[in-house]
């Protein structure tokens, strides 16, 4: 099964339900998944630039930062902080070795944009 993780717009109370469901029923979500309140959230964090950086490191395992900026093409400085970005998110994780990680191998984006 591949690893997966779901980035969705969603409210806080779907999510919690849905966190409190699989606590009770003891049937965990078969993917990750990282809500965002409003579509504007998901997009202030996945930027074009964080897009390619997920691209440069999936399935590299952990690797500096210093690495991710050289297969990036990027300053150092600038990939420091968008990867700080998605850490906080929860979309990259920190190695042992003090590197980050993608650690998932599909990105996938869900939400609905629907007419008032």
Do not use: C, Y
């Not at 409190?20 to 930027?47: H, N, Y």
């Not at 630039?49 to 490191?57: A, C, D, I, P, Y």
């Not at 990939?79 to 994780?93: E, F, K, P």
């Amino acid at each position: 099964m591949m690893n997966t993780v779901v980035l969705e717009v969603r409210s806080l109370a779907d999510s919690l339900a849905d966190s409190a469901e699989a606590m009770k029923t003891g049937k965990p979500e078969i993917e990750a998944r990282i809500s965002f309140a409003e579509p504007e959230l998901l997009w202030q964090v996945l930027t074009a630039k964080r897009w390619e950086l997920l691209k440069v490191m999936r399935g590299a395992g952990p690797i500096s930062i210093r690495e991710v900026a050289r297969r990036a093409r990027r300053d150092v400085k600038a990939v420091h902080g968008d990867v700080t970005a998605l850490l906080n998110a929860g979309i990259l994780s920190r190695a042992e070795d003090g590197g980050v990680e993608f650690p998932f191998e599909a990105v996938k984006l869900e939400f609905i944009l629907e007419a008032v």
